[in-house]
């Protein structure tokens, strides 16, 4: 019933940039937090940042001060901008969305497919 959909991945030399998006659609009334996580091979897959409704930011230590998080609530879209990026930033990037239904109680759980990240030293 809700589909989120990334793209922005590729291959990227250290330090250089690049920025995802997420665009969210379908049966959706509202969409609560919206966020990024990344899973690198046989590692678990980890929080990158969060954004509210209302704005307010999270990150992991790891990526503050070089990715931001922004989102677009008339579009359903969230953005990650990654700057100054590290070979330890490549990963499988998801797209998460903590989404009301249409016509449903309750919050529901939604993951993009992925998208590749990766830096190359």
């Known amino acids: 019933q809700v589909q989120l959909v990334e793209s922005g991945g590729g291959s990227v030399q250290a330090g250089g940039s690049l920025r995802l998006s997420c665009a969210a659609s379908?049966?959706?009334?509202?969409?609560?937090?919206m966020g990024w996580y990344r899973q690198a091979p046989g590692k678990q897959r980890e929080l990158v940042a969060g954004?509210?409704?209302?704005?307010?930011?999270n990150y992991a230590d790891s990526v503050k001060g070089r990715f931001t998080i922004s989102r677009d609530n008339a579009k359903n879209m969230v953005y990650l901008q990654m700057n100054s990026l590290k070979p330890e930033d490549t990963a499988v990037y998801y797209c998460?969305?903590?989404?009301?239904?249409?016509?449903?109680?309750?919050?529901?759980?939604?993951w993009g497919q992925g998208t590749q990240v990766t830096v190359s030293s």
């Open positions: 998460n969305a903590k989404v009301v239904v249409t016509g449903k109680l309750g919050l529901y759980n939604y």
């Open positions: 954004v509210t409704s209302g704005g307010s930011t």
């Open positions: 379908g049966s959706i009334f509202s969409i609560n937090a």
